[in-house]
C-alpha cells in the first residue's frame, strides 16, 4: 500500500530514447502511487578502472544494495579497452536468468490471439561462453560450456516462478539426441530439480516436461497455447524469446527481466537506444512499462503491477492514442498521459 515504507530500486534510464522512456515509467508510477523511489544512475562519459566499462562502479553498487532495477537501452560506444555495457552488468551482477514474459496483447492484433509464454533464457553460459579458437588453418572450434552449478540456478528459478506465478507446466527445451552431453546434463539437472521438488512436496501441482528444440519451434507457430514456461539454455533462449516476441507484435512490446545471484532482479527493455526517433519525443514506452510491471511482480506488489498493466493494455486496445510503430499519431508525451487518465 501507499502507506508503508519505500522501496528503494536502481534506475538506469540509459541512452538515446531511454530517458524519455524512463520518464513515462516514472510519471506512471507517481500517478499509480507505486512505493518506490528511484536511484538513478547513468553510464559514465569515461571508463571505470574498477569495472573496466563506462558503467560506474557506484552503479553497480546501487543494483547490488537495492537488489531491483529497471534499465534503459544502453548504446555500447566503440573503441577498444572497455567491456560491452551489457556484458559487464550481465557478469558484475551475475545474472543468471532471463525471463520473457510474451503475451497477446488485447486490440492489438496478429496471427494469434491467445498467446500467454514465459521463456527462460539461462544467461551465463551454453554457447555464449566466448571460448572459440582456431584448431588448425580452415578448422575452429567453439566450446559450449554447460554446468550442473548453473543449470541447477536456472531450474530452480524456472521451478520457483511457475509456482509463484500459478502457472502449471515448465517445459525443458533441449536438443540431447545430439548433444548428449552438454544438453543431457542441463536436462538431467532439471529432472532432478522436480523429482527433489516432488519428494520435499514443495510444488507437486506443476507438471515437468521435455521438448526437442526443433520440434517445439514447430509446434510454438502451430499453436502458441501449447505451451506455459519455457526453460532452455542460451543460445535456444535467445532464438525462442526472440520468435515467441514475433508471435505477439515484435520487440517494441515485449518486457524482460534479468534474475541475479542474492535474489537480485534486473529488468529491462528488449529493444535498443533507437537513435533514429531519440529525443524526438516518438519512442514508445511500452516495453520498459511492461518491464517495469515484471519488477513489481518480483516485489510482489501484484496490485500495483495489474493496475498499470490494465492501464496499458485499456490504452493500446482502445485505439485512440498510440505511437508510430504501432501505427499511430501519438506522441510518448500523449501515449503516456493516456495511460495515466486510465489508471
Ligand atoms: P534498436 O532496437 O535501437 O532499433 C531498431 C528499430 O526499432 C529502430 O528503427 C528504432 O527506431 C525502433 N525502435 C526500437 N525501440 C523502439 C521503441 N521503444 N519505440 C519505437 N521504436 C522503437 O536497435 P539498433 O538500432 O540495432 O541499436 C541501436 C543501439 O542500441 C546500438 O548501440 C545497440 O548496441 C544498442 N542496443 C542496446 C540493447 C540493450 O541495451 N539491451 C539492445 C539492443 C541494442
Redesign the pocket.
Known sequence: SSTSTPITATLFP?D??GPE?AESVKQIFREAEVPIEWEEHYVGEQIDPRTQSFLTWESLESVRRNKVGLKG????PIGKGHRSL?LTLRKELNLYANVRPCYSLPGYKTRYDDVDLITIRENTEGEYSGLEHQVVRGVVESLKIITRQASLRVAEYAFHYAKAHGRERVSAIHKANIMQKTDGLFLKVHQLSIVAREVAEKYPDIKYEEVVIDNCCMMLVKNPALFDVLVMPNLYGDIISDLCAGLIGG??LTPSCNIGEGGIALA?AV???????AGKNL??PT?LLLSAVTMLRHLELHDKADRIQDAILNTIAEGKYR?A?LGGKSTTTDFTKAICDHL
Open positions: 540509459g538515446g530514447i522512456i537501452p544502453m548504446a555500447t551489457n520487440l517494441g529491462e529493444h535498443g537506444s533507437a537513435p533514429d526517433i519512442a514508445n516495453a505511437t510503430d
